[in-house]
């Protein structure tokens, strides 16, 4: 069972262009972290947001996490060739543990 | 400060062999998750350890086991291997017990011939 998925899936926009990446559950997350991968490295964390309605920017870059904690976005402004990457968020449900649930993905190319 | 080190990089196994799997998590860090990545399925949780503990275990076959050392490096092991196991492994390191960010390794990708 998925239970965050994401959209759009894929993404080819022009660079300078804006672009906005969801990510919606039906459970509610105590935390969720926003990833960025490229081919054959592992995932880097971007952010983690832990209160609802919570905003965090980082450069051209702006994450929100839901008033109920149960989605999330990410928001480029402004996309570089360097933004290129599989976009990936993770949730924790909370408790004793450290496991992450991972969205779907979306695979940006921004292309110069 | 090191970062989560996972060797080897690449293998290629035969169905039917073995495979070991290490992950030497960032220094000071006690928590060790791991993941397996497939175009089809994303990312997957496998298991996770806290302390030598194994806390969770994902939904997979009892062919996939781990363990965790005093020194918090982890393997993962994978017997009897089968050609859908190919796949990219991921081992993340966390310095709390719960609910703190996680650091992934380059990862260890495992082609099954």
């Known amino acids: 069972t998925q239970l965050l998925e994401q959209s759009p899936q894929f993404l080819s926009i022009q660079e300078g262009e804006n672009l906005t990446v969801y990510c919606n559950s039906s459970s509610v997350f105590s935390s969720l972290q926003w990833y960025r991968q490229e081919p054959g490295e592992g995932p880097v964390l971007l952010v983690t947001v832990v209160t609802g309605g919570e905003v965090k920017k980082l450069k051209r870059l702006t994450f929100q996490f839901g008033d109920a904690r149960k989605d999330s976005s990410l928001h480029i402004t402004a996309a570089q060739t360097g933004d290129t990457g599989l976009y990936l968020c993770?949730?924790?449900?909370?408790?004793?543990?450290?496991?992450?649930?991972f969205g779907t993905g979306t695979l940006l190319a921004v292309q110069p | 400060k090191a970062g989560v080190t996972q060797t080897p990089r690449y293998l290629i196994k035969t169905r039917g062999q073995q495979v070991t799997l290490s992950c030497s998590p960032i220094s000071g860090h006690r928590s060790v998750s791991w993941y397996q990545q497939t175009p089809g399925q994303g990312l997957q949780f496998l298991f996770e350890y806290f302390s030598e503990t194994q806390r969770n275990k994902g939904n997979f076959p009892g062919r996939f086991s781990g363990r965790q050392f005093s020194n918090s490096r982890s393997e993962m092991n994978v017997s009897t291997l089968e050609l859908g196991d190919s796949a990219l492994y991921l081992c993340a390191s966390m310095a709390g017990s719960a609910n703190t960010e996680a650091f992934f390794g380059q990862g260890t990708r495992l082609t099954v011939v």
């Open positions: 993770a949730g924790s449900l909370g408790g004793a543990t450290n496991k992450l649930i």
